[in-house]
């Protein structure tokens, strides 16, 4: 079973991370780090360095896409290549599937028009131009055999949830184990509906700076233009 995930210049790490731990410990998994060409790919931190291992050219047809999620993920979603590599790659995987803002990169393909989608927070309203009907408050959703986390850690529930759908309950609750996969978090601010506005407040500058720092403030608009200058021509063909 070939499991393909996408390795993007300014990707964060542990959206896919996450699930690659869970996901490369299933029975027969080749897994493969793909970009236009193999090599380095630098993290959205600018200091983690991972090596795309193969090219889109070189996986057409993988079982399992995972599209990671991060700052940078507007500008990628603007990428025909990216975007004509994950459409073909969907005409034959068995699960399509993203975390965090990789979502929107499924949404530019035209995967998701008239589906149900979730994201991080603050990507979620990036979906609804692309015809898609964002979902906030469910950590994982399914439609059909594509399928969409929430932000960043919400990856390990995905890469969970698959290996259960894939090789059964039995061996994603051994996986679960051998990463002791137990969350027992400090504190109790994991989603908008249990932050407090300060909390909400400084995480909203947080990502902003990160943003500014990614040169990425353009991206969102450039794409959401392109989006709309589509449909217009859509409508009037």
């Known amino acids: 079973m070939q499991i393909a995930l996408m390795?993007?210049?300014?990707y964060t790490a542990l959206d896919f991370i996450g699930p690659y731990e869970v996901l490369r410990n299933l029975p027969g998994a080749e897994v493969r780090?793909?970009?236009?060409?193999?090599?380095?790919?630098?993290?959205?931190s600018g200091v983690l360095l991972v090596g795309a291992t193969h090219s889109f050219d070189e996986t057409p047809s993988p079982d399992v896409v995972l599209i990671p999620g991060g700052l940078?993920?507007?500008?990628?979603?603007?990428?025909?290549?990216?975007?004509?590599?994950v459409r073909r790659a969907h005409e034959s995987s068995a699960w399509t599937t993203s975390v965090c803002s990789g979502s929107v990169i499924l949404a530019?393909?035209?995967?998701?028009?008239?589906?149900?989608a979730?994201?991080?927070?603050?990507?979620?309203?990036m979906l609804k131009p692309f015809g898609v009907q964002a979902v906030g408050d469910q950590r994982i959703v399914r439609e059909g055999r594509i399928v969409t986390a929430a932000g960043v850690s919400a990856g390990i529930d995905l890469g969970l949830w698959l290996s259960g759908q894939i090789a059964?309950?039995?061996?994603?609750?051994?996986?679960?184990l051998v990463i002791e996969y137990d969350p027992q978090p400090p504190y109790d601010s994991g989603h908008l509906s249990k932050a407090s506005a300060t909390t909400k407040a400084s995480a909203s500058a947080?990502?902003?700076?990160?943003?500014?720092r990614q040169g990425q403030l353009t991206a969102p608009v450039a794409l959401l233009w392109e989006s709309a200058l589509r449909r217009v021509r859509a409508r009037a063909s």
């Open 7 to 10: 390795l993007y210049p300014g």
């Open 33 to 44: 780090f793909v970009w236009h060409e193999p090599g380095p790919v630098a993290a959205d």
């Open 72 to 85: 940078t993920s507007f500008e990628h979603a603007r990428d025909e290549r990216v975007l004509d590599w």
């Open 108 to 116: 530019a393909a035209g995967l998701l028009r008239g589906k149900r």
């Open 118 to 125: 979730t994201s991080h927070w603050m990507a979620l309203p």
């Open 168 to 176: 059964g309950d039995a061996k994603a609750k051994a996986v679960q």
């Open 206 to 212: 947080l990502l902003t700076r990160d943003t500014v």
